[in-house]
């Protein structure tokens, strides 16, 4: 396996990272690519819709999916009862 260096930091890029980037020429730390995350996004109406897998940066994956969260309407909340048998008595 290849012994590289990275270009900005000079330290040796891990032998991993070679093997499934042959052509990198910077360590991880040194990346400038950040984690990505994949949010599944319906498209279409009715019967013809369908999902797909979308691959973001993480910070913009979260703006999305903070915005498509259904806003839930807290001014109209059931309130849940509980009874005991002595209650049901009368």
Known sequence: MENRTCIK?????????????????????????????GVSMMYGEKDHTWNDMVILEADDADRIESTMLPKTDT??????????????DG
Request: proline share 5%.
């Open 9 to 37: 930091c000079d330290q040796q890029i891990n032998p991993l990272r070679l093997k499934a980037l042959p052509g990198t020429k910077t360590c991880v730390g040194c990346s400038t690519v950040g984690a990505k995350r």
């Open 75 to 88: 001014s109209n909340k059931s309130e849940m009862l509980s009874f005991d048998e002595d209650d049901l």
